[in-house]
């Protein structure tokens, strides 16, 4: 794999990774408060370790698929828990906090770095053009 794309993959592993530990140590507290926001952050927990899991043996467009679904699930997830609640999961609106934000932006920045292995990998069929010069 060119270096280049070695450090994206580490990203979306780091970046799962981080997330991973972050769902974990507060899955207890989310189960407190009741069960639904508490098993949610259990399933992210488990989802994102074994895509940690997963990336750390394979590149495939599969597992960045995975990670990229997973990522962009947590944040949209964020997204509607500050401002609407999440349907049966969480349905109250949550307060932003730093730690979050500061977990969204790691995702955020997996999800990036996930598409972008994932677009530049993809074959893209020549134009017209490419074809008759070539």
Same mark, same amino acid.
């Given at each position: 794999m060119p270096r280049g794309r070695a450090v994206e993959h580490d990203l979306v592993i780091v970046a799962c990774a981080i997330s991973a530990g972050i769902h974990a140590?507060?899955?207890?507290e989310h189960f407190r408060e009741?069960? @639904?926001p508490g098993l949610g952050f259990l399933v992210s927990a488990v989802l994102l370790a074994g895509l940690v899991v997963a990336l750390t043996r394979t590149a495939s467009p599969p597992a960045l698929v995975a990670a990229t679904l997973t990522l962009a699930g947590l944040v949209a997830a964020y997204g509607l828990a500050i401002t609407t609640g999440v349907p049966l999961l969480h349905p109250e609106v949550e307060p932003t906090e730093g730690l979050a &934000?500061?977990?969204?932006?790691?995702e955020a920045a @997996? &999800?990036?770095?996930? &598409?972008? &292995?994932?677009l530049r990998g993809r074959k893209v069929a020549p134009t017209p053009t490419e074809r008759t010069l070539a």
């Open positions: 140590a507060l899955t207890p009741d069960t @639904g &934000l500061a977990t969204k932006a790691i @997996g &999800l990036v770095a996930a &598409l972008h &292995l994932l």
